[in-house]
């Protein structure tokens, strides 16, 4: 298994630029989240789904769209960038089931918006 | 959004037992509790969960008491490998999110 899978690892974007963020898990899990991580600080949380179809809002959801066509991707798109955009962004997978293993985290893609 | 709160940072020597205790006054009854290790440059990684007394794997040790509304991580003999910053989010491993905090940035240092 591969996990959860980012890609880009790394982009970078001028100023009302716009670009989807890819994230795929081949686990089978319902539940999918993206979260931003500002240097130095922790993890907030942008939107999630908790199946095909269905998603919802974070905690900081303004200037994201999100859709959840598969069980396996969730992009995040960037509709129109901003330097305040400028993070690491992390997807991370789980499962409604009986989960010993906490969520799952991809390795990240670090957008830099100029 | 309910969060956790734990402190900010700590710091201790190679070989000592850290402990680092974390506040979960809004936690759900059927809310697992769980750990998170992060280096830097990588996404969490999940280290532990638990849902009442003790739990131990091979990489630490989880303490929640009757109340559940707190957990101590407790890390024993750490390295300089364990320099890192731990998180306790709210919402269990089973939950449809998960919403972390500031985290506890742990220092070692030799």
């Known amino acids: 298994n591969a996990g959860v899978t980012q890609t880009p690892k790394f982009q970078v974007l001028k100023t009302g630029q716009s670009m989807t963020l890819q994230c795929a898990q081949d686990?089978?899990?319902?539940?999918m989240s993206w979260y931003r991580q500002d240097p130095g600080m922790g993890l907030r949380l942008i939107h999630y789904s908790v199946g095909a179809g269905i998603t919802d809002q974070g905690e900081v959801p303004n200037g994201y769209n999100v859709s959840r066509s598969t069980t396996e991707d969730f992009p995040l798109r960037l509709l129109s960038a901003a330097p305040s955009q400028t993070s690491v962004y992390f997807c991370?997978?789980?499962?409604?089931?009986?989960?010993?293993?906490?969520?799952?985290f991809g390795s990240g893609t670090r957008l830099t918006v100029v | 959004l309910a969060k956790t709160t734990q402190p900010i940072s700590m710091d201790s020597y190679e070989g000592q037992e850290v402990n680092i205790t974390c506040s979960h006054n809004?936690?759900?009854?059927?809310?697992?509790i769980t750990w998170y290790q992060q280096f830097p440059s990588q996404g969490p990684r999940f280290i532990i969960q638990g849902y009442k007394t003790k739990v131990t794997n091979e990489v630490a040790s989880l303490f929640i008491p009757a109340d559940r509304k707190s957990s101590t991580l407790s890390l024993p003999r750490v390295s300089l490998s364990d320099t890192a910053v731990y998180y306790c989010p709210h919402g269990g491993s089973s939950a449809s999110k998960i919403i972390f905090g500031s985290g506890t940035r742990l220092s070692i240092r030799p």
């Open positions: 991370a997978s789980g499962t409604r089931g009986d989960n010993s293993e906490g969520y799952t």
């Open positions: 809004n936690i759900a009854t059927n809310d697992y």
């Open positions: 686990m089978n899990h319902e539940y």
